[in-house]
């Protein structure tokens, strides 16, 4: 969702997972799980997962989507991590996406997931777990 003209050294994609190819046209919304690494530095003043959900949404809303809900902290096992809600109207179909936002050694990680209704969504989201280092 990056404009093209962002520093790529800021910002890494680490993992895009999609239900089919994102040029094949299907008759269904295409699922798909976004794994984003962003430099802190990028966001003068930011301090908390919480503060990254202002860029968030207002360049998700730029793409078209609408704010579901106002964002929530949530838990994933003892990992703490912000959550956004949006959607946007396809015609016949709703497109749901939700962001899990956490920072972490100077990065904000950012987890999207993209379904097409709010129970797909839940199954993708349950899916996702932290484990702890295990020691050598």
């Not at 078209?64 to 396809?90: C, H, M, N, Q």
């Amino acid at each position: 969702m990056q404009e093209p003209e962002n520093d790529s050294s800021k910002s890494k994609l680490l993992l895009a997972v999609f239900e089919r190819p994102p040029e094949v046209v299907g008759d269904t919304v295409n699922s798909a799980v976004v794994i984003a690494a962003e430099s802190a530095a990028s966001y003068p003043g930011l301090k908390t997962a919480a503060d990254y959900i202002g860029p968030l949404t207002e360049l998700t809303t730029s793409k078209g989507l609408k704010a579901a809900g106002e964002p929530s902290e949530v838990s994933i096992g003892t990992t703490r991590l912000v959550r956004v809600d949006f959607t946007r109207d396809l015609g016949k179909l709703t497109m749901y996406q939700t962001s899990l936002v956490l920072l972490r050694n100077k990065f904000v990680l950012s987890f999207t997931f993209i379904a097409g209704s709010s129970d797909e969504m839940d199954e993708l989201i349950e899916k996702v777990s932290f484990e702890p280092a295990k020691s050598k």
